[in-house]
């Protein structure tokens, strides 16, 4: 060939070429499909972190709605001598009992109102006030049903649990639901600490 003489190579420019979005070497496409890959699987464990956070919420819901409606439908009468002259137990003769109902009430209600939130992301601000509002009502209502099971010889407490039988038996219900929920609650904290680690 000569000086003068020049060859002309046609390359064809592709739509990802134009834009920049083409690899610039050969090697680099696999590379972008492994990184792709993982991004499709980080973004699955975020599904199935959100999806298990639902069940755990819903669970909770309904553990902690028994527990509400199990105490706040608690109460029994007993006849004495006549219909006139009679013993009854109630809820709400015990202020711990409604504490309890409505500890429970606001825990019901912060699990449904968050439930949008937990589809969207799984951080809530708010989770270890009502962890803490669950516990003290829970616990509360356990040391009530403590002494209605058992009594306090030293302050002559007598324990009524064996005259008003189906009242403790729904209390002791309900306070075993209240722990449970705790126990979701914290479940569903750890969850949530270990979601936003892996960030």
């Known amino acids: 060939m000569e000086k003068s003489e020049s060859t002309k190579i046609d390359v064809v420019e592709t739509n990802k070429e134009r834009k920049g979005k083409a690899p610039l070497l050969g090697t680099a496409a696999p590379v972008v499909a492994a990184a792709a890959t993982a991004e499709h699987a980080k973004g699955g464990a975020k599904r199935g972190i959100a999806i298990f956070d639902l ?14 409606v199990a105490m706040g439908t608690t109460e029994e009468t007993l006849p004495f001598f006549t219909q006139f002259f009679q013993f009854e137990a ?8 409604t504490f309890f109902v409505v500890a429970m009430a606001i825990v019901v209600a912060y699990l449904v109102l968050s439930v949008p ?15 803490a509002l669950a516990t003290g ?15 306090n010889q030293d302050a002559n407490w007598l324990a009524i649990c064996q005259q008003f039988g189906d009242f403790c038996q729904r209390a002791s219900g309900a306070v075993v639901a209240a722990f449970i ?5 914290i479940f569903m904290v750890v969850l949530s600490a270990s979601a936003l680690r892996r960030h």
């Open 55 to 68: 069940i755990l919420r819903i669970a909770a819901f309904a553990s902690a709605l028994g527990a509400a």
């Open 90 to 97: 109630s809820y709400d003769d015990l202020p711990t009992f």
């Open 117 to 131: 939130f937990s589809i969207v992301c799984i951080v809530r601000p708010y989770a270890v006030v009502i962890i």
């Open 137 to 151: 009502a829970a616990g509360s209502a356990a040391a009530i049903v403590y002494l209605a099971h058992n009594g």
């Open 181 to 185: 929920t705790v126990v979701i609650l």
